[in-house]
């Protein structure tokens, strides 16, 4: 398993970076191959969710798990039926505002490899641009025009704030 990781840093006081992260229907906002994401229940040591969308043409289904832990700006995730698969991030202050430091670990499938090897040159390449993406994907929703994040459940079409095509997350449908 591969771990990636990455950092970036955001004009936005802290604890609405993160409370814009901690909301599940923000994630397709950031995560664009993402179009749902749900609750499936709560359990004393995370929260159980389903996750949809679409990635190289391909849709996909996957339940996982989440842990946001508001207090220390830290949030973990996993899913239920790739065992190789997890990440977290802390959100923490710097001088202009937030600093996020993302982890994600994986091992792509074979053919998710293989196209990260003859796209990017290598599967390390490819998944640290994928987390590069990611992170300016949420910088640019937070930063917007200088305005709070906002939530897309008062947008009507949240598919037009998505700032860019592809996740950091290789899903189960690629």
């Known amino acids: 398993m591969g771990e990636y990781t990455g950092r970036i840093e955001i004009a936005r006081p802290p604890d609405e970076v993160f409370a814009f992260l901690a909301e599940l229907r923000n994630m397709p906002r950031y995560l664009p191959t993402v179009t749902h994401v749900g609750p499936q229940g709560r359990h004393e040591q995370h929260d159980d969710v389903a996750v949809e969308g679409e990635a190289g043409g391909h849709p996909y289904h996957n339940d996982g798990w989440l842990k946001a832990e508001p207090e220390a700006r830290r949030m973990r995730w996993g899913s239920h039926t790739m065992k190789d698969y997890g990440g977290a991030l802390a959100v923490t202050s710097a001088a202009g505002g937030a600093v996020i430091e993302l982890t994600l670990s994986l091992t792509p499938k074979p053919e998710v490899a293989q196209r990260m090897q003859a796209e990017h ?23 917007q025009a200088d305005a709070p ?6 947008d009507e079409d949240p598919a037009e704030a998505r700032p860019f095509g592809s996740s950091a997350t290789p899903n189960s449908g690629t």
């Open 121 to 143: 040159g290598s599967v390390d390449a490819g998944m640290r641009r994928s987390v590069d993406r990611t992170l300016g994907s949420i910088k640019a929703c937070c930063e």
């Open 149 to 154: 994040p906002r939530d897309i459940a008062n």
